[in-house]
């Protein structure tokens, strides 16, 4: 009983808290996260050297003519047709976004505030048709409005979503028929 009394008496208590070891493990964190953050970005950028082959970006004409539809929403990004999980970025392709679509009997003009600003010319598109995702983003059955242009050599999709989803069926429609009207025409 009086080691009990003894140890109770104690006047300093033990020391709770190691600073050097936790600010040295604070820092050891903070590194890391640096690491990991530098090596996505490296990543996005080999990913945009592997890509370098992609032409520049056609812009839009300066007289597209009259505008057939214009949507407003976010632009989520463009793929390798096909394969919805291979992000392009060259370009600027891989930045999301807001965006304001025209469509005219010209194409398709999409302007995109603090990102690169793009034009996808009638001939150039091939299909137009709803999903649930593209590149990181996933959404509901028919919430994306995906579609897919050629680009050079490539196939590609482009994924929007308007900021009213109703939307969506008018541009599939619109756009498909405006493909086969063209080719068609053929």
Known sequence: ?????????????????????????????????????W?????WKWRGTLQSDLPELPSAPSSPGDATLTMSGRYHGSTAAGQWLDRIVAHGLGTRSRVELTLTDAGLDVVRPGATDFFIPAAALREARLDKG???????????????WEHGDKLIDSGFRSDRAAEHNEWVDTLNKMINKREGAR
Do not use: D, Q
């Not at 009990?4 to 996260?33: D, Q």
């Open 134 to 148: 593209i590149a990181g983003k996933v959404l509901t059955e028919g919430g994306l409005l995906v579609v897919t």
């Open 39 to 43: 090596l996505m970005r490296e990543g």
């Open 1 to 37: 009983m009086t080691s009990l009394y003894l140890l109770a008496a104690e006047k300093t208590s033990a020391e709770v808290t190691n600073w050097g070891a936790r600010i040295g493990w604070l820092v050891g964190l903070a590194l890391f996260i640096a690491l990991v953050y």
